[in-house]
């Protein structure tokens, strides 16, 4: 008579019990790497996200500059001109620019007249100014701005002496 090893069940039922073992076995393993899968799935889609966002990001800080600009031109544009229809012109494709901005989610930082908070506004100069408490800002040399709430650029401003 032959020897039975330990590994080999005799009968049916012993058959039937180690199969259901091993099935189980196999569901287990099967959902545990579907699981790890939609884990790593998720994984790359917020990766992905993030690299379109720092993409995006990257082009909105380099068409900043035509926006302040155009800032720079309203606010130096002698009273004569104010009427002319070229600088209406102009000054409606700031307000494209600022509407271009809005429906990326991006706002702008509001300083002026408030106190300075060095996490959305960079000090450029310091001011006398007798009437205000230290600390208020008084004029913004560059805007800043906010994408989706979080510091895009910060503001430069010009603020009161302490």
Known sequence: MPEETNNIP??????????????????????????????????????LKGFINYASEET????LPLL???????????ENLKNDEYVKGLLQTKTLFE?????QGISSVESLGKKFDPQFQ??????????????????????????????????KVKVTKS
């Not at 091993?22 to 790497?33: I, M, T």
């Open 10 to 47: 005799t009968s049916s039922e012993e058959q039937l019990e180690e199969l259901k073992k091993q099935r189980d076995e196999y569901l287990a393993g099967w959902q545990r790497a579907r699981a790890d899968f939609l884990n790593y799935k998720k994984e790359e889609i917020e990766r």
């Open 122 to 155: 960079e000090v450029v100069e310091e001011v006398e100014a007798k009437d205000q408490e230290p600390g208020i800002v008084v004029e913004e040399i560059q805007k800043g701005y906010l994408i989706q709430g979080r510091l895009l650029r910060p503001a």
């Open 60 to 63: 909105i800080l380099k068409v």
């Open 68 to 78: 302040d600009n155009l800032y720079l031109a309203e606010k130096n544009l002698p």
């Open 99 to 103: 509407n271009f901005l809005k429906e």
